[in-house]
């Protein structure tokens, strides 16, 4: 079990450099809330979900990285929420969270603007699902993830990038793949694996699921017909484009210069 070795401290946002051992998951919403659905949907998308394809690529990528960490891996969530991965990876897991918000289920409440209280390369794998696109300084969060990092660990990584807006005010920024591809120059890491959601004709049809999730007093089983029938549309358009859609020629290219985010494995080197 990890411990803290300064004098504990609660914190609420994450502008301050304090953190935490959290007790337990206080105040979180229902099991039943929209929350709780948003968070199913990470690990079992269907296609009556708004995020169906992005949330499908991401964990396609994830499993993977499950896949080889074995059958009692150290697992580091940082950004961990209500911990929605969790149930991916054996019952014999060490699963440690952190999280700047008190209210999640959190082992570790800590502002990611600053270094990390745990040992190096304590573990085998280490995510970070859409957090990047939150914090001020996303090159401290992964360096921070690779010193975490035994060699030959995984570090799993998903981030939007045709998204609205979300978890406000702290959504700073949305970075191309060649930005995550020039990661492995400056950390301890090597990109194994970097798979794009949608392609440039589906990815706006995804964008009008977001803007149905958002109309006032519709029923949401009349929301989750409108997400299938989009979805339905959106599927056609990337098997139509996948023959083209690999190549690194113009026409590849143009493809993929919108997709509605990213989800990529790295090696601890």
Known sequence: MITETATPKRVSE?????STLCAGPDA???EGSARAWMERMRTSPGLLDYCYFTARTNLAVLERAVKRAGKAP???DIGCGRKPFQKLFPAEANYFGIDFDERTRA???HDLSEPLPLPHGMADVVILSEVIEHVS???LVVAEAARLLK???ELYLSAPFAFPIHGRPWDYQRFTDYFYRRLSERHPLRLVELQASNNVFSTPLLLCNQVLLSVPRVPMILKH???GAINAVAGMLEIMGTPWSEGNDRLGLFLRMNPSGYAMRFRKI
Do not use: I
């Open 107 to 109: 082992d570790l409440v």
């Open 28 to 30: 979180l919403e229902p």
């Open 14 to 18: 994450p502008a301050s450099p304090q």
């Open 74 to 76: 150290r697992v580091v």
């Open 151 to 153: 060699p030959g660990g």
């Open 225 to 227: 017909l409108g997400w």
């Open 137 to 139: 300084d996303p090159e």
